[in-house]
């Protein structure tokens, strides 16, 4: 395998020879032709555009310097408004009437609907019995007082006379 290598003297720069350089008056890198060399430092070169002589800068050297040029411009930190969270909407709670009727469909669970006692003022009733009205259909008795219970049904509670 034949490499074809460039000898040290084609990449050897010299006097009379153009080399990459940065121009300042063009304030670019461009061809130059070197004028001067110290060793084998290029020390003078001439603008193959503007003509002008002057001092070797390579062009990576003035890139470099560039970069370095403090760059004052900080990134203004876009403001990034921490859009704040969405109150979380008020979980609205259901209508009476809807909870009561989740609350009797719940207590009525697997109750036996045929062991339900039909409902008369005369009803003994304890809290927990299954009753059966007329008027509101199955109700769950929650509490008796004085005389009173207080059913559940579908359509809510019920105050009933009992125990008369
Ligand atoms: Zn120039």
Not at 17 to 35: G, P, Q, V, Y
Not at 136 to 160: H, M, N, Q, T
Request: aromatic letters at 4%.
């Amino acid at each position: 395998m034949t490499l074809h290598r460039k000898t040290a003297a084609d990449a050897r720069p010299s006097v009379g020879r153009d080399c990459d350089a940065w121009c300042s008056r063009c304030n670019m890198a461009l061809e130059h032709t070197i004028i001067a060399m110290v060793g084998l430092e290029i020390v003078r070169v001439k603008c193959n555009t503007c003509n002008s002589e002057h001092k070797y800068k390579s062009a990576r050297e003035a890139a470099l310097g560039a970069e370095r040029t403090p760059t004052t411009k900080a990134k203004s930190k876009a403001a990034t408004a921490a859009s704040a969270p969405r109150p979380r909407s008020a979980v609205s709670a259901p209508p009476p009437s809807n909870a009561s009727r989740l609350l009797w469909t719940r207590s009525m669970g697997d109750r036996d609907r045929a062991k339900a006692l039909a409902y008369t003022p005369a009803l003994v009733a304890s809290p927990g019995s299954l009753i059966d009205h007329k008027q509101f259909g199955y109700g769950i008795v929650d509490a008796v007082i004085d005389g009173k219970s207080r059913v559940l049904f579908e359509d809510g509670y019920k105050v009933l006379v009992t125990g008369r």
